[in-house]
């Protein structure tokens, strides 16, 4: 390869195919593309570029329109079909709308005119070989979520989280009730879902309730049932919600907002495992398995008289408790994943990912909110997308600040160990895409890469593989 400096170093493994019937026209688009340090092979006409797709991989094909025996329409169908991942751009001297349509359509990615400028051409590699690597840092995470980030619909890979995994999974199969801790939006309810389905009750039914929702009556009755007459407008027996959880799991979110009754009418469930209907005298056995859940801070709450002691230790038994998303950054872009394969089920639209300048600001928001405040953004950003990719103007975040920094602290530095912790923050912070740090940092990726070998940096799945060489 004739490619020079660093660009030849950061795109030596884009290969590029030239097809063109003029001798004149190869050797030059070869040169050009050589200088920004792709490889490049060429084919004089349909059927050697054809022979070309057969043997090997491609990033991006350059296909000339009119060619004797092929021209550029059929080899793009032809090899549409043994390269599907390849990016094509049809290369005409005579083009018409007619002619781009048709191109469009066999699955071109664009359409140059002759002649064209060098710098036209490299913008528009550029911009392919961008794309392709933003769908290949998307596929690269959909296989990270497949691997041991997740306890059922829970997504993380930080120490925190799998910390909380791991003691869930424990406590979902003893019998024990379950407190679930965690600000609003950390993913009290998904978690008490995933210790159902991982318990000896994941065949019963598990039924929520949000115990701040609801007035003390209609909350009691929600609950525990009425019978007919038991009130106004009880006009007909009705079965509450430890009944209808029979052989299952109640969730009751909020547990924290309940009035003085309701703790001591729950703390008497919790011990004699029985209850009665509102208005009723039948004792009714309450077969269940209870989880409860607030974001508020119940140890207070019994040290100022709002919250009863015995009922804090009975619900109490196994805590657990929810990190917030600002304090593990690192699994923003398996979230952003996740909530993005979803979104393209719920939506019925193709969604490929998120741009670097998106991803970026993504990772640098504090969200007050949590994980239900990312997928709200995410969701916006899926509606507004005018292209498969959503770009950070999509989200309505702003645009992160790539001088923000950690004040000093301690011995003073040098200048060069500061940039090294902020560089390796970042990556931390871009969840090892290198291409979304780049971004954050304001280098290009090259300069990054250089880095990252000069000081020993390591993106996480290559910490992952050199440990598994030890």
Known sequence: ???????????????????????????????????????????????????????????????????????????????????????????????????????????????LVKPFDPEELSVLVQRIVAQQELLQENASLRQALKREYGFHDLVSKSPAMQRVFDLARVAARSASTILVLGESGSGKEVLARAVHAESPRAGGPFVAISCAALTETLLESELFGHEKGAFTGAVARRKGKFEAAAGGTLFLDEVGDISPKLQLDLLRVLEERRFQRVGGTESLAADVRVIAATNRDLAKAVADGSFREDLFYRLNVIAVTLPPLRERPEDIPLLVQHFLDRLTKDLARRLDGVSPEAMAALVAHGWPGNVRELRNVLERGAVVAKGNVIQLADLGLPAPDPARAAPPSGDPLPLEEVERRHVADVLSWAGGNVTHAARVLGIDRMTLYNKMKRWGLQRPEQEVAAHARR
Request: hydrophobic share 45%; aromatic share 6%; glycine share 8%.
């Open 1 to 111: 390869m004739n490619g020079a400096g660093t660009a030849g170093t950061m795109n030596d493994a884009v290969h590029v195919l030239v097809v063109d019937d003029e001798e004149i026209v190869r050797e030059s688009l070869s040169g050009w593309l050589r200088k920004d340090g792709y490889t490049v092979q060429t084919a004089p006409d349909g059927r050697a570029a054809v022979e070309a797709l057969q043997r090997a991989r491609w990033s991006v094909v350059l296909l000339d329109l009119k060619m004797p025996g092929m021209d550029g329409l059929q080899v793009l169908e032809e090899a549409r079909r043994l390269r599907p991942e390849a990016a094509y751009v049809l290369m005409t001297a005579y083009a018409t709308v007619d002619t781009a349509v048709a191109a469009m359509k066999l699955g071109a990615f664009d359409y």
